[in-house]
């Protein structure tokens, strides 16, 4: 229904790290798939746009922070594709680079304080319940359907993995991948890496998009979210600047220069077995870095 050209290839990495414990490790470049409607972003909204589409909704009401990949991927599928959007901006009224572009794709940008955010319906059918039109979009497109568009990444693969590790921010791309395993009889295992502190509630969210059995073939990691959303130390820092120089691909400190570096520090200890092949789901949302250049240069 929403055609688009798709481009996702996978990169092999070449580190001694790897070679040294006997490990293949690989990068599905789903960064590359769309300049703001990168990543996962598509394949969440994939199924969302065509199930508004079904619906006769052409209004997508959604939220997110100020440097959310999220609401910048809504934007510009809004605009490709007929559809007005509107966003719940999460604090105080601020002006950046990302909401900037937002703006310019035609979003209309409501701030709120964070107890009102914290309950998004409500927000919805106060301000569009009785609009026939609006179509309601969670936080980071939580939803079974975007969980479906995140698991067609399985079957854009052309060998099998013993590992594919993803970002974890609301779970839905970790729960459609060990969905979509869970057809299968690949004998692979999906992890998942909390950008979040606390991120062992990820597990009921991934549980709850679960439909085939994925939860049975997922791990979660949740050691590497350096203090929490959107915030980092040093030593991740110093890491993001070496993958980046010996690879030419851009990754960042919020999703998946944790996802990295995690990795790395798993296979350093010893995690995994001699001869595992490891893929790294690469989910864009690159614009983001722009709002975090002088932390990683402190």
Not at 179 to 193: F, I, S
């Amino acid at each position: 229904m929403f055609p688009f050209d798709f481009y996702s290839p996978i990169e092999p990495l070449d580190f001694p790290i790897f070679r040294e414990k006997g490990l293949t490790l690989h990068i599905k470049r789903d960064d590359l798939i769309h300049p703001f409607i990168s990543g996962n972003k598509w394949r969440k909204l994939k199924y969302i746009l065509e199930d508004a589409a079904n619906q006769r909704r052409t209004h997508l009401v959604t939220f997110g922070g100020a440097w959310s990949n999220h609401l910048l991927a809504t934007a510009c599928a809004g605009a490709k594709f007929g559809f007005k959007t509107t966003a719940f901006v999460r604090g105080e009224s601020v002006s950046n680079a990302n909401l900037s572009l937002c703006a310019l794709f035609g979003m209309e940008l409501r701030f709120v304080d964070r107890a009102a955010y914290r309950d998004k319906h409500a927000l919805f059918n106060q301000a569009f319940g009785g609009e026939p039109t609006a179509y309601f979009v969670d936080e980071g497109g939580y939803s079974a359907e975007a969980s479906k568009g995140c698991g067609e990444i399985v079957s854009e693969l052309s060998q099998r993995y013993d590992h594919i590790f993803c970002a974890a921010g609301t779970g839905t791309t970790l729960a459609g991948i060990a969905d979509a395993l869970a057809t299968k009889t690949l004998n692979t295992r999906a992890h998942g890496v909390s950008v979040l502190s606390g991120g062992n509630f990820l597990y009921g969210q991934v549980a709850d998009l679960c439909s085939q059995g994925g939860i049975d073939l997922c791990t979660l990691h949740t050691d590497y979210h350096f203090g929490g959303y959107a915030k980092t130390k040093p030593e991740l820092n110093v890491f993001i600047s070496y993958f980046c120089q010996k690879t030419g691909i851009l990754i960042e400190p919020v999703y998946t220069g944790k996802l990295c570096y995690a990795v790395f520090d798993l296979a350093r200890a010893g995690y995994f077995a001699d001869g595992d092949k490891i893929l790294l789901i690469h989910t864009g949302g690159l614009v983001g870095i722009l709002g975090m250049e002088k932390s990683l240069h402190a």
